[in-house]
């Protein structure tokens, strides 16, 4: 079993639902048990300025599956709440990032762990530190210490819990 992290976001509709659906559809996967989920939090959208904020959050999960079958998941569960293609950075009904994979370092065609912007998103690095205030990457960099060379991560605001509970909540 090893342990991964994925960052949820949500820019349309019902954002909160949205992101509990994601995760009840992941944590109902025979290979997937969803330990823990944080906060949501408020977010300014990124690359695109022009859209609804987002509402995001991180997970913690236990697995069997390898990183590809696990990004395979994901994206099944994304396109089963309801996302479909749309552009880069655009508005999306639900977004499920692969973050971190126990202490894996993987750099492929498809995938790259950690994930390649974990280090300079706000939206990312603040759920995560609630989740795992004591988490490092796997190159020793302490997540609070890259939350803290962030210029500023105010513009992410805590609004709740998920509306169902899957696994804990922290």
Not at 21 to 35: M, N, T, Y
Not at 92 to 105: F, K, P, S
Not at 144 to 154: C, F, G, R, V, Y
Request: proline letters at 7%.
């Amino acid at each position: 079993m090893a342990i991964a992290y994925l960052g949820l976001g949500s820019n349309i509709g019902d954002r909160e639902v949205h992101l509990s659906d994601a995760c009840g559809l992941l944590h109902q996967h025979p290979a997937i048990a969803v330990e823990a989920v944080s906060s949501l939090y408020r977010s300014a959208p990124v690359g695109v300025t022009g859209q609804a904020w987002f509402v995001n959050a991180a997970a913690r999960l236990q697995t069997d599956l390898s990183p590809r079958s696990l990004l395979a998941v994901t994206q099944a569960v994304e396109r089963r709440v309801g996302r479909t293609p749309t552009y880069r950075w655009g508005p999306r009904v639900v977004d499920i990032d692969l973050l971190l994979y126990g202490d894996l370092q993987l750099r492929t065609r498809y995938l790259t762990i950690p994930h390649a912007a974990l280090h300079e998103r706000a939206f990312v690095l603040v759920p995560l530190y609630e989740l795992a205030p004591h988490l490092s990457l796997p190159s020793g960099n302490a997540i609070k210490t890259l939350l803290d060379a962030l210029p500023s991560h105010e513009d992410v605001q805590p609004i709740g819990l998920l509306p169902t509970i899957y696994g804990d909540t922290i």
